[in-house]
């Protein structure tokens, strides 16, 4: 039961132009929400998170938002550079539960220059 | 380099078989995950040890073991390797119980032949 979901397996982005990547999620016990960044052969690193009580988060180019009633987070990146091409990924975790992250799948962002 | 290290980067080893993954936290992080990603998987959490006790379980399976050292590095145990096995294993370290500030490592590649 895939409880984070990226629909989206690619994206494909001019470079200089906004990248959206989206994120929804099931369990409503999830407070609390990350995006990780993966080059080939590295391991995901974090990018930016959210917490549920928030409905934004910026850090630089990129943004989070998070819409609670629609169990749905993106990400957003303006502007995109070659240099963000990677696979992105949804994480999010409940933290009066389990100490765990949740991930989907991963969306394939390329940024064409 | 993130700090965490896991060892070795790759293994091949036949159905039936045993094999031992390392990960080397980051230092002074008492919390180390395993997660595995299997072919266009998210990453799933396996289990978590914190100050050398097991603190969270997920879907590990019975033949997966771990166990995590008085010097913090932790070893994730796979036996009776199935082809179904074969995935990147991912380490990650954080100073505290909770999902927040996890590092990971790069990853080792296990191919069951």
């Known amino acids: 039961d895939q409880q984070v979901k990226q629909n989206s397996p690619s994206l494909s982005v001019q470079e200089g132009r906004i990248s959206i990547l989206n994120c929804d999620y099931t369990?409503?016990?999830?407070?609390?929400f990350l995006w990780y960044k993966k080059y080939p052969a590295e391991g995901p690193t974090f990018l930016i998170s959210?917490?549920?009580?928030?409905d934004k988060n910026e850090d630089g180019r990129f943004t989070v938002f998070l819409n609670k009633s629609a169990k749905h987070l993106s990400l957003h990146i303006v502007p995109s550079q070659p240099g963000d091409s990677a696979v992105y990924f949804c994480?999010?975790?409940?933290?009066?539960?389990?100490?765990?992250?949740?991930f989907g799948t991963g969306t394939r962002l390329t940024v064409i220059p | 380099d993130s700090g965490v290290t896991q060892t070795p980067k790759h293994l091949i080893t036949a159905t039936g078989q045993r094999v031992t993954l390392r990960c080397s936290p980051r230092?002074?992080?008492?919390?180390v995950y395993w997660y595995q990603q299997s072919l266009d998987q998210g990453l799933q959490f396996l289990i978590q040890?914190?100050?050398?006790?097991?603190?969270a379980k997920g879907n590990i399976l019975e033949r997966f073991s771990a166990q995590q050292f008085p010097d913090l590095h932790s070893e994730l145990n796979l036996s009776s390797l199935e082809l179904g096995d074969s995935a990147l294993y991912f380490c990650?370290?954080?100073?505290?119980?909770?999902?927040?500030?996890?590092?990971f490592g790069s990853g080792t590649r296990l191919t069951v032949v």
């Open positions: 990650a370290s954080s100073v505290a119980l909770t999902a927040y500030g996890y590092t």
């Open positions: 369990n409503s016990m999830f407070d609390y």
């Open positions: 959210i917490s549920s009580i928030k």
């Open positions: 994480a999010a975790s409940a933290q009066s539960g389990a100490n765990n992250l949740f």
């Open positions: 230092s002074g992080d008492l919390s």
């Open positions: 040890y914190y100050n050398g006790e097991e603190r």
